[in-house]
Each structure stands twice: as C-alpha cells, then as structure tokens.
C-alpha cells in the first residue's frame, strides 16, 4: 500500500473499526471458528502473500489464497479431533494496534493494522508479526470481511507452521 490513507469518520468510526478487529482476533484466540467464519462475506478473500506484500498470488505460490468455502475446509481440519499437524490444538494470542480505517470509492472501509500473533503448540512457540488489511462492508448493519490480506514481515523465510491469522 502505498500513499497516505486519509481517514473519514472521526472516533465513533475508529472505536467501531477497532472493536471489531479485536472481536475477530478474540474469535481466533479462543477457538470459536464458526463465529470467526461468520464474520466473512459470501465473496471473501483471504490471502498471506508469499515473498513479498505485493507479490501476484497468480505468479508466485502463496501462504494462503482462499475464498469463504477454503476458509470453511480450513476450519473443518481445525475442528477434528486428533487431526495430526492440529493435535494438540494450538494456542494463539493476536495483538492489534496501530488501526487505520479509510473509506474507499466503493462505499466500503479499508482498514489497515499492525498484529502480531504469538502461537505456541508442543512446547515451541513462534511470533508472527506483519500488517493485515481487512476490506470490510456493512451487511445488515453490521461490518464483514470482504477481503483479508496478511502481509507478514518474514514472508520471505521457511515458516514453522502457519497459525490462523
């Protein structure tokens, strides 16, 4: 992303945007993956780029490129018991800061942040820090993930294990 985001919408915006980061991160740290999936669009993307932030995900392999039904097959390997590379089920925590939202010409929010999500599973642990993009739409009131790209900062080195970011 590049430019200077020009925010509209003052505090109530800005408090309104950022609770709802902090409810999506809640959601993931807690294990509540169907109430997580609830906060996407029919049409959503969710995308780790691989190598760089502006990498063409059609040109280079990605950590991750899913519409809502791979993000509903990724919560369903999540869920079973036993399953290997989830077993035992992870532990994440999400730190969500430095919030920028800004409207778009499309009447949706484009919000950008900086996480970092702390993940440990069988006595490893591993930090992930980057900045996530949401393009989020209201849909009966309420907002949705119209698009999620995560941009981590070592998207370029062999990952351990990549949490749910």
């Given at each position: 992303?590049?430019?200077?985001?020009?925010?509209?919408?003052?505090?109530?915006?800005?408090?309104?945007?950022?609770?709802?980061?902090?409810?999506?991160?809640?959601?993931?740290?807690?294990?509540?993956?169907?109430?997580?999936?609830?906060?996407?669009?029919v049409d959503a993307l969710?995308?780790?780029?691989?190598?760089?932030?502006?990498?063409?995900?059609?040109?280079?392999?990605?950590?991750?490129?899913?519409?809502?039904?791979?993000?509903?097959?990724?919560?369903?390997?999540?869920?079973?018991?036993?399953?290997?590379?989830?077993?035992?089920?992870?532990?994440?925590?999400?730190?969500?800061?430095?919030?920028?939202?800004?409207?778009?010409?499309?009447?949706?929010?484009l919000v950008i942040s900086?996480?970092?999500?702390?993940?440990?599973?069988?006595?490893?642990?591993?930090?992930?820090?980057?900045?996530?993009?949401?393009?989020?739409?209201?849909?009966?009131?309420?907002?949705?993930?119209?698009r999620k790209k995560v941009?981590?900062?070592?998207?370029?080195?062999?990952?351990?294990?990549?949490?749910?970011?």
């Amino acid at each position: 992303m590049t430019g200077v985001l020009r925010t509209l919408g003052g505090p109530a915006l800005q408090y309104d945007v950022e609770q709802f980061l902090y409810r999506e991160a809640w959601l993931v740290d807690s294990r509540q993956y169907d109430e997580w999936l609830a906060l996407f669009t029919v049409d959503a993307l969710y995308w780790v780029p691989n190598g760089s932030a502006d990498s063409d995900p059609k040109e280079r392999g990605q950590l991750a490129y899913e519409n809502l039904s791979g993000l509903e097959h990724r919560v369903y390997r999540l869920k079973l018991p036993g399953i290997g590379p989830q077993s035992p089920p992870p532990s994440y925590r999400h730190l969500v800061g430095n919030v920028i939202p800004a409207w778009t010409g499309d009447n949706e929010l484009l919000v950008i942040s900086s996480q970092v999500v702390s993940f440990a599973r069988q006595g490893r642990e591993a930090q992930y820090a980057g900045t996530w993009e949401h393009l989020l739409t209201q849909i009966d009131g309420r907002w949705r993930i119209r698009r999620k790209k995560v941009s981590l900062i070592n998207n370029d080195q062999a990952l351990w294990q990549l949490p749910v970011l």
